[in-house]
């Protein structure tokens, strides 16, 4: 069914409401912030997320800087903090075999990062 548009929160371009990754910039959840851990909705500002209590700002694990719900990879060092799944922007351990959400197959995804 043709969904309502609306703009994506990164790059502005519109994308169809239940996206769960943007066409337009590959950013994960471009309508909604989430909690990165739980999926729960989130609203911008909380440092920690209401629904499973894990903190929503945690430091880069290589250089220290605060890295928010939204930033997969650290803005100061590149640092990758989280892989998601291409499908349905779930988060996924670094070389998992599917996605735990949704079973999509990951092994094209880390082909596609060199890993
Ligand atoms: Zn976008
Ligand atoms: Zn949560
Ligand atoms: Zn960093
Ligand atoms: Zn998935």
Redesign the pocket.
């Known amino acids: 069914m043709p969904g309502y548009k609306q703009a994506?929160r990164?790059?502005g371009?519109l994308?169809d409401e239940n996206s769960n990754v943007?066409p337009?910039?590959g950013?994960a959840h471009?309508l909604h912030a989430v909690c990165p851990n739980c999926v729960a909705p989130i609203q911008s500002g909380w440092t920690v997320c209401n629904t499973c209590g894990k903190p929503l700002v945690i430091p880069c694990p290589h250089c220290g800087a605060p890295v928010g719900p939204d930033t997969d990879v650290c803005e100061k060092c590149r640092t990758v903090i989280r892989y998601r799944c291409p499908a349905c922007a779930a988060i996924v351990s670094a070389g998992a075999k599917r996605c735990d959400r949704c079973g999509a197959k990951l092994k094209d995804y880390w082909r596609s990062k060199g890993l």
């Open positions: 994506c990164f790059c371009q994308v943007c337009f910039c950013r471009p």
